[in-house]
């Protein structure tokens, strides 16, 4: 045995070095490439067989087969997505508000990015979005006119605002509160109609978008959150007017008082997008004579959703304030006869007729 630097190894060969079999392996690779493309041809042999009964039972061609294809595996991916945006979403934010809001502004991105995709796969000559959304709102705007127009009452809402959700509006002669916006329509929680002072009827109505280009819309609540409101009060024309007057200047400033300031920062706010401005917030009772009375209005500003609560509050403590003075009296439509001759003013009742002379 030598050393490492020697011409013989260390250690001894016990055998014959054993040689590489490469005729073994490249059998291999040719059975494997061969199972593999018999694999391939009775997939082959399967689809068009599947395609051709299709073709024969549907008459689509096989073209249009893969354009289906496609078409339905490109939305059912635009939408999948959009699940999971909403799910992480939902797990995330606690404000149901901003879970709706992305629930909506993802389901029109979904809608908007299938069109887009379903229409690249069909209309392949086409290569510019633009064009053929041009040509898709050309075709549908002649067909659907009133579809269309709210579409873009739809885009117009979101663009400037006049209502959004949770605002009460009037539109025409439909008001409520608004619960949902979508692409064609909007829906409204009702009030008014046979329920008094702007109470819920609980009926949910649908109103188209293309409304608001055609109909008169008052929005209660957008930037200004108040509104004004009057209760009428008739007393007789013999009851202590001047009084009553007093007893409900001091009810008002009592129960409608209390949000003259806040309502005063609420229009320096709105002030800055609107030209809105009262001289005076504080409440107010004015006076005026009607048929049968003297009719004494409180005027006051009090939130759009507290109108009917604000005036039963009122209205409790005028009947307790008159019930506890004895010369004021409500007033009503009656039936009076009045005698000139006899009654009013000694200066403005009519002369007595002449006695006449008997002898």
């Known amino acids: 045995m030598k050393d490492t630097f020697g011409m013989l190894p260390i250690f001894p060969a016990r055998g014959p070095v054993p040689q590489a079999d490469t005729t073994s392996g490249a059998d291999t690779l040719v059975a494997d490439s061969g199972a593999s493309s018999q694999v391939r041809g009775v997939v082959q042999d399967v689809g068009t067989g599947i395609t051709a009964w299709i073709e024969g039972l549907t008459g689509l061609s096989p073209e249009a087969q893969g354009n289906v294809l496609l078409s339905f595996l490109a ?187 806040e309502a005063q920062r609420a229009m320096k706010t709105a002030s800055r997008k609107f030209l809105i401005h009262f001289r005076t917030l504080t409440p107010k009772v004015y006076t005026s004579v009607e048929d049968s009375g003297v009719l004494l209005t409180l005027r006051f500003i009090c939130r759009a959703r507290q109108r009917r609560g604000i005036s039963e509050e009122m209205w409790e403590a005028i009947l307790e304030a008159f019930g506890r003075e004895e010369g004021i009296d409500f007033a009503y439509p009656t039936t009076r006869m009045y005698h000139n001759l006899l009654e009013g003013k000694t200066e403005a009742r009519a002369p007595l007729p002449p006695v006449m002379d008997g002898g």
């Open 75 to 261: 939305v059912v991916l635009i939408y999948a997505l959009r699940k999971l945006v909403i799910r992480v979403v939902d797990r995330r934010v606690e404000d149901p508000k901003v879970v709706y809001q992305w629930s909506k502004t993802s389901g029109y991105l979904a809608l908007i990015l299938s069109f887009i995709m379903v229409g690249t796969i069909w209309l392949e000559g086409i290569r510019s979005v633009g064009t053929f959304l041009g040509l898709l709102s050309a075709g549908v705007a002649i067909a659907l006119k009133d579809i269309v127009a709210s579409f873009a009452a739809w885009i117009f809402i979101l663009w400037r605002r006049p209502f959004q959700l949770g605002d009460r509006i009037q539109l025409g002669t439909r008001a409520g509160d608004v619960v949902d916006l979508r692409l064609f329509q909007f829906t409204i929680l009702e009030i008014g109609n046979w329920v008094h002072a702007d109470q819920s009827t609980g009926r949910v109505i649908h109103l188209p978008n293309s409304l608001i280009f055609t109909e008169p819309l008052a929005n209660y609540t957008a930037q200004f959150d108040f509104i004004w409101n009057e209760v009428p009060v008739l007393v007789t024309f013999e009851s202590d007017w001047k009084k009553a007057k007093d007893l409900l200047q001091a009810i008002v400033d009592e129960k409608a008082g209390g949000v003259v300031a």
